[in-house]
């Protein structure tokens, strides 16, 4: 929690903290809700959601009167979670329920934490005592092929590999394959996130669908964004979304960035939960997201 709460550090001095300093103001008029809605708009809460939670808790701090600190801390930490949906499935589809191994497809936009996302999922299921074999699909980017190796090396997880700027659905292919022969509980197959066009980046990750279901289900599909590109990582999200079946969000980078509110957006807008998020370079980086400890944490 201590972690969390040090890797959130820009998004709890401009949003959770500014929240507060406003919310306990002598009075609260017109000015003061203006700040507060300026402050969700910034941390990229989003439209919708920033006019709702504003509303709300202008409504209940009015009921309620008597504002003491202790009850604002409440109200707006309630607001919050119920702003990211406590109620979605954040459970990850990352173990095998039957024959052969789980698959995993992590896809996204380059530079979006694709890779890295991997090497810290694998060393996170590698902990709890899982075998994990790395499919090395994205055959475009001259370098991830080996970055992706290396964290597997790092954390204990064999890789599979193409030639560069070989056909990835035959990487996925051979991955999956290997992964069956061997065993594994999880492959967890990296992508090309080239988004040229969407009918390009379709019949790619389509390509890939189909040949990995020859073998078996995808269990899970991971959409990585980066949460520093704000609302406009959300455009190209969306396109993913649209083209592959995701079922969880990994939201990276988010120890480096005041948008912490992003979290909100992603979910309205995509309608799909955010399972994970990134805190950073380092192989331990990686957290289940938990609304509740989220808050609590952008609160101090
Ligand atoms: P890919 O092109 O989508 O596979 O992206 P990479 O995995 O190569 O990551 C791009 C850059 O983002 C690298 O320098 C990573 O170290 C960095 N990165 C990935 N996740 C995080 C994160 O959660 N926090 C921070 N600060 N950097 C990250």
Same mark, same amino acid.
């Given at each position: 929690? #201590? ?12 949003? %959770? ?29 989003? /439209? ?80 709890? %005592? ?16 080996? #970055? ?22 035959? /990487?996925?292919?051979?991955? /999956? ?22 009918? %390009? ?70 309608? /799909? ?28």
């Amino acid at each position: 929690m #201590q972690r969390l709460r040090a890797r959130l550090a820009r998004s709890q001095t401009s949003l %959770g903290r500014g929240l507060l300093t406003v919310l306990s103001r002598e009075r609260l008029d017109d000015q003061a809700w203006e700040e507060i809605e300026e402050a969700l708009l910034t941390a990229d809460v989003g /439209v919708r959601s920033t006019t709702e939670i504003v509303e709300r808790l202008r409504t209940r701090t009015q009921v309620l009167g008597t504002r003491s600190q202790g009850e604002l801390r409440a109200l707006l930490s309630e607001e919050l979670v119920a702003a990211l949906q406590p109620q979605m499935d954040r459970t990850l589809h990352t173990i095998s329920t039957g024959d052969g191994p789980a698959v995993v497809l992590v896809v996204g936009v380059n530079g979006t934490g694709k890779t890295t996302t991997c090497g810290k999922l694998a060393r996170v299921l590698v902990a709890d %005592g899982r075998t994990v074999l790395l499919g090395a699909a994205d055959t475009f980017r001259a370098a991830a092929a080996d #970055q992706l190796a290396t964290w597997g090396s790092r954390v204990g997880a064999s890789t599979v590999r193409g030639p560069e700027g070989g056909d990835p659905a035959s /990487v996925a292919f051979e991955a /999956v394959k290997a992964g069956w022969d061997a065993g594994v509980d999880t492959v967890l197959i990296d992508t090309a996130g080239r988004l040229h066009t969407k009918v %390009g980046l379709m019949d790619e990750l389509g390509k890939v669908k189909r040949v990995v279901e020859k073998q078996g289900p995808i269990n899970e599909t991971l959409l990585v964004l980066d949460a520093t590109t704000g609302q406009n990582g959300l455009v190209q999200a969306r396109v993913f979304t649209e083209v592959a079946d995701v079922t969880g969000v990994v939201l990276t980078k988010l120890d480096g960035t005041a948008k912490g509110g992003i979290v909100i957006s992603v979910q309205r807008e995509l309608g /799909v939960p955010v399972k994970l998020i990134g805190l950073g370079e380092g192989v331990d980086d990686l957290a289940p997201f938990d609304p509740e400890q989220f808050v609590d944490a952008l609160l101090g």
